[in-house]
């Protein structure tokens, strides 16, 4: 397409640098992510994945498409492009390590990015509409791990053991109060046991229990009272029982937080394509995503672009192995984002930043 291509950027990611006529100072960054699930894939239709136990779950091959045709689109005005575009196309989000073996590689830099954009297709947004605003759009979130230790025994002498099993019974109830009891109202949390591993047999006390689950939350205070509360439970409850637990937290992925000036671009632009009255401007999720490393040193806007279609029954959840998005959406996203990405080089909302 006559973009200036660096390959391998964070082992496998892409970079494609148009610089337009115009020659302006700013540089604004465009991320598409390019990612697959371990899920097998269950809808009968002609592109479905052709790879056993792979699916694109979550639309990141639709961000691909949409990067493509905003590289198509952006090229073909290269006249008027006050400044520089750079196309970020980023491997293994979903293990939340792409974005962050970009950065590492220097995707921010040469030219250094002013502004970054990015939008991710939802097939729980109706087609149409878009989720744009300032703020956190999704949470932070922290990966956990328990190992209670007890000792192990006849299932018919429990006197005998310490039931480590019995201790994370009591441990996960009472993780469930942390949110409801410590977390302030007005703000919202996430405490999430997700797997529990003990023993082999119905007759046989296991010696240790391993569980693993994570925290969500939009801003830090919380976080770390979680993360707190986490660790306290965990240390009172097992002393209670005469136990012992291991317990390891370790940081998956920061909030994505949109700045104001980028936002008020991306909200203006959007309202104008699809209709004011087609945004939501208070959506959020608890979900994850490595963007927000991007988010943290450069400011931007990161949205999510209407793709669900109850009628055509494409609203499966992302992450299913039904999950489908209506295409109709792609022209929109690739407009908003084109639109944006111009009136971000020429400074719009640069005084809101």
């Not at 479905?48 to 091959?61: E, F, Y």
């Not at 965990?234 to 936002?263: K, R």
């Amino acid at each position: 397409m006559g973009y200036q291509v660096m390959r391998g950027v964070g082992t496998t990611g892409v970079v494609g640098l148009l610089t337009g006529a115009q020659r302006g100072e700013r540089t604004v960054l465009l991320r598409f992510d390019m990612d697959a699930l371990p899920i097998q894939e269950e809808n009968e239709v002609p592109y479905r994945s052709q790879t056993a136990g792979v699916m694109h779950a979550c639309g990141h091959d639709a961000h691909v498409a949409a990067g493509l045709g905003v590289a198509k689109l952006l090229v073909r005005h290269q006249a008027e492009l006050p400044g520089t575009v750079k196309l970020m196309f980023q491997p293994a989000e979903e293990i939340i390590e792409g974005a962050e073996a970009m950065i590492a590689d220097g995707v921010l830099e040469q030219p250094h990015v002013d502004v970054a954009l990015g939008l991710h297709v939802s097939s729980m947004v109706p087609l149409g509409t878009a989720v744009v605003h300032s703020g956190p759009l999704l949470a932070g979130g922290d990966l956990f791990e328990i190992v209670v230790r007890g000792r192990g025994g006849h299932g018919a002498q429990p006197h005998e053991t310490i039931d480590p099993v019995v201790v994370a019974g009591h441990i996960i109830v009472a993780l469930q109060s942390i949110v409801s009891r410590n977390v302030n109202p007005e703000e919202m949390g996430v405490v999430t046991i997700g797997s529990i591993h003990a023993g082999q047999a119905g007759n046989v006390i296991a010696d240790t229990v391993t569980m693993s689950g994570t925290i969500r939350s939009f801003n830090r205070e919380v976080h770390l009272l979680l993360r707190r509360r986490i660790e306290e439970l965990v240390t009172g409850v097992t002393a209670a029982f005469g136990a012992q637990a291991d317990l390891t937290i370790s940081m998956a992925v920061e909030p994505t937080i949109n700045a104001p000036g980028p936002s008020a671009v991306v909200e203006r632009v959007a309202g104008e394509i699809l209709g004011v009255q087609q945004i939501d401007t208070m959506g959020r999720t608890m979900a994850g995503e490595d963007f927000s490393a991007v988010l943290a040193r450069i400011p931007g806007n990161f949205f999510f672009l209407g793709a669900g279609n109850a009628a055509l029954g494409l609203n499966h959840p992302h992450h299913s192995a039904h999950f489908d998005i209506d295409e109709a959406c792609l022209p929109a996203g690739v407009a908003i984002l084109c639109e944006a990405a111009v009136r971000c080089l020429r400074g719009e909302g640069e005084s809101a930043r």
